[in-house]
Nanobody, 116 residues
Framework: QVQLVESGGGLVQPGGSLRLSCAASGFTFSSYAMSWYRQAPGKERELVATITSAGGSRNYADSVKGRFTISRDNAKNTVYLQMIRLTPEDTAVYYC?????????WGQGTQVTVSS
């Protein structure tokens, strides 16, 4: 079965950096686009970034452009989200996501808290 397992969240000061990882299994990772979403308290889940199957194209939410970078290692079945210049507005649970065979899969999420 499809499994997505996020890691790398934590508490960071404003202006700091974090790298999130999502280890995928149960499907042909290199054949599917991968995305990161986030959900802040009291807000709807929002799309943060998407990367195509081979990594040739990436898209970002306007709020993170220039600060976040999505990447993937198809040999390791892992997708990453490098985050720099973090602000308190980036505080949220971050989820890994993929859609395979018309089914949507989510990881359990990893908490990112930006606070001094």
């Amino acid at each position: 079965q499809v499994q997505l397992v996020e890691s790398g969240g934590g508490l960071v000061q404003p202006g700091g950096s974090l790298r999130l990882s999502c280890a995928a299994s149960g499907f042909t990772f290199s054949s599917y686009a991968m995305s990161w979403y986030r959900q802040a308290p009291g807000k709807e889940r929002e799309l943060v970034a998407t990367i195509t199957s081979a990594g040739g194209s990436r898209n970002y939410a306007d709020s993170v452009k220039g600060r976040f970078t999505i990447s993937r290692d198809n040999a390791k079945n892992t997708v990453y989200l490098q985050m720099i210049r973090l602000t308190p507005e980036d505080t949220a649970v971050y989820y890994c996501n993929t859609v395979t065979n018309r089914r949507t899969y989510w990881g359990q999420g990893t908490q990112v808290t930006v606070s001094s």
